[in-house]
């Protein structure tokens, strides 16, 4: 790409949008390499006499010479009042971007009650109609499901859901309804086991979950279990970070870590990776999606450097995600070219208040018949 000129709006017959020309070469010439001009021909124009549908102005002659001129020469310009034309030029770089992830740690409080169990009678995808299914026919929905069937279905089309063939197919299926009852089934026998207290250290609650699972010889898979974690904590600010596990770091491993993150073994809590007290040892959190973040660091910048001095001041516990790290580029003519225009002095203002008073005044009398 070797320019980008922004037109005036209403150039065109048929919109009032504003509207670019993209300048493309696969051979730049030696003194555009690297580089992108901007061409700001917005305020570029001469009025028509006549509107032609949205169309109210057109290049000049002048107007199209000075364009090409600018484009032609490389100029960077500075506009000096309202009107005429403005230019910039870049290098590739200024425009791109890293969308970088900022990650926080999941922070959870948990606790048994037979409200939030009672949730695990429900797929979560399908919570709205298994609901009304169940208050509709109760417990008769697990030993007479197919007479049902219909009105489940009917009740769907009729409230809009727009469920697809395989969202209608495990509402009205008994093993769907099953699965949740099971899931019920065992965490009344956890929660009777462990009781109705609630934990702010979801690490310790997990750990005593594992412990009943085992002493009562009950094997969930980890989706089923997740289902029953998940009906019983919340997030909470002041709650103890989830711990995601241990990993262990030395060597050849972690001179490859540091490598690809770019930082030294000192910085690597910024990547989530948290020493312990053993050495090679790393603490790794579960991270919160709901609080995660995303940065724009220029590419010109170092990721790293710019976490310290925007991220961690205001968010101490953050991380960066280096493997979700994206690079984008955005060119936005109004972050190039805009220009302040201070606002009117208090004085100014009411004076013009002042005045329009007066010809309001006048103009009521004059409706009137006063004057």
């Avoid at 609901?131 to 197919?146: M, N, Q, R, V």
């Avoid at 495990?170 to 099953?178: D, E, H, P, R, Y």
């Avoid at 090679?280 to 995660?292: I, K, N």
Wanted: proline share 2%; net charge negative.
């Amino acid at each position: 790409m070797e320019a980008i000129i922004q037109m005036p709006n209403n150039l065109f017959y048929n919109t009032g949008i504003t509207t670019y020309i993209w300048l493309l070469s696969n051979c730049k010439a030696a003194n555009r390499k690297g580089k992108v001009q901007l061409i700001d021909a917005g305020q570029l124009y001469r009025k028509l006499r006549k509107n032609l549908g949205n169309k109210n102005c057109e290049f000049a002659p002048e107007h199209i010479r000075q364009i090409v001129n600018t484009y032609e020469e490389l100029l960077a310009i500075e506009r000096t009042g309202d009107d005429g034309i403005a230019a910039k030029v870049f290098n590739n770089g200024d425009f791109g971007y890293y969308k970088v992830s900022i990650e926080r740690p999941k922070r959870l409080n948990a606790q048994f009650t037979a409200e939030r169990i009672e949730e695990l009678r429900f797929d979560k995808t399908l919570r709205e109609p298994m609901e009304w299914a169940y208050s509709e026919f109760g417990k008769d929905i697990y030993t007479d499901l197919t007479r049902h069937e219909k009105d489940i279905i009917d009740w769907c089309e009729k409230n809009e859901l727009n469920l697809n063939a395989k969202q209608t197919k495990s509402l009205v299926s008994a093993t769907i309804w099953q699965k949740g009852a099971d899931l019920m089934v065992t965490a009344k026998q956890l929660m009777k086991a462990i009781g109705s207290n609630e934990y702010s250290d979801f690490n310790a609650f997990s750990a005593m979950v594992d412990n009943a699972l085992k002493a009562r010889k009950i094997k969930l898979s980890s989706a089923e279990k997740n289902a029953i974690m998940n009906a019983v904590s919340w997030y909470d600010a002041g709650a103890e970070k989830v711990e995601k596990g241990i990993v262990k770091l030395n060597g050849e491993k972690l001179q490859n870590l540091l490598q690809y993150l770019g930082c030294a073994e000192g910085q690597l809590a910024d990547y989530g990776y948290y020493a312990t007290e053993k050495k090679g040892e790393y603490l790794q959190y579960e991270t919160e999606s709901a609080m995660r973040d995303t940065e724009n660091v220029p590419l010109a910048e170092d990721i790293h450097s710019y976490f310290l001095r925007e991220v961690k001041p205001h968010v101490a516990e953050a991380w960066i995600n280096l493997d979700a790290t994206k690079i984008g580029y955005e060119v936005n003519f109004n972050k190039y070219f805009y220009r302040h225009k201070p606002l009117r002095t208090l004085e100014e203002v009411s004076a013009n208040i002042l005045q329009l008073e007066m010809e309001s005044e006048g103009l009521i009398r004059e409706i009137l018949n006063l004057a």
